[in-house]
């Protein structure tokens, strides 16, 4: 099933290869592969009547497709606890990104619930001039940024494959569950990576990938960041 979306639509229209993080998700979510929800505000009205829809604690974060590192530029609010802070949190995050942004479009501030607490690990597809995409696996934050603690496939790949990749890495025993922590759901990291691998089978007009950070529970796995760049369209 290839991608045929209104997310898709609205990128050519704009001539843009950088979706954002609600349109990587929507699409996400249409290939059956979990994220949480996320829902756009444009105004504060609207950012205070979602998340009292989605349910308290919320995180808030910009939503601009010239914005792909949101943390790095003041543009993510995690925990937030109510209408109040909500209503502060968008004016405050508004304000950081037209003074550091000024000629960004920011579609407005994308919204969803606190994650609970989980092991953070990313799956990221690139294309590799040799050997077109291939799939990584890490775990999350300093353990992928600094010790590169990685493991890569060509796609597409088997549930085996998948199961290789999480046990090739250094960090594995955390997955385990080291020292009181609570293991990982490795299955559905597992099928996670196989849906992961058939999506972007399916659908070469994909260049990049980065699920970062999937929250691995007990029982299930999660997206709660997702990054989707497209080819420019003389490529396809
Ligand atoms: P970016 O990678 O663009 O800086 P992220 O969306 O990854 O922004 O958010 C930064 C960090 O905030 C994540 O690595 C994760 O630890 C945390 N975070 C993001 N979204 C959620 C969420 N819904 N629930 C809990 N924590 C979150
Ligand atoms: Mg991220």
Redesign the pocket.
């Known amino acids: 099933m290839a991608l045929e979306s209104k997310v898709l639509d609205l990128a050519r229209i704009e001539g843009r290869s950088v979706l954002t993080?609600i349109e990587s998700k929507e699409l996400l979510k249409q290939a059956e592969i979990p994220v949480?929800e996320?829902r756009l505000a444009k105004s504060k009205t609207e950012a205070i009547r979602i998340s009292k829809e989605l349910g308290f604690p919320?995180?808030l974060?910009i939503a601009s497709p010239d914005?792909?590192?949101?943390?790095?530029s003041g543009?993510?609010r995690?925990?937030v606890a109510n209408a109040t802070q909500v209503g502060k949190a968008y004016s405050e995050i508004m304000s950081s990104i037209k003074e550091k942004y000024p000629n960004a479009a920011i579609q407005g501030l994308a919204i969803?619930?606190?994650?609970?607490?989980g092991l953070?690990v990313i799956v990221g597809m690139s294309k590799d001039v040799q050997f077109g995409p291939v799939l990584m696996f890490g775990l999350?934050?300093i353990l992928v940024e600094v010790l590169k603690d990685v493991s890569f496939r060509i796609v597409p790949i088997t549930r085996r494959d998948a199961a290789e990749m999480i046990r090739e890495i250094k960090g594995y025993p955390l997955l385990e569950g080291y020292r009181g922590q609570e293991p990982a759901d490795i299955s559905a990291l597992e099928e996670l990576m196989v849906k992961v691998s058939q999506f972007v089978e399916q659908n070469p007009e994909i260049k990049e990938l980065d699920l970062?950070?999937i929250?691995a529970y007990r029982d299930r796995a999660i997206a709660?960041?997702a990054?989707i760049i497209l080819e420019t369209p003389e490529k396809v």
């Open positions: 993080e949480v996320t919320v995180v974060k914005i792909v590192h949101k943390s790095d543009g993510v995690l925990g969803q619930r606190m994650a609970p607490p953070e999350g934050g970062n950070p929250f709660v960041d990054r």
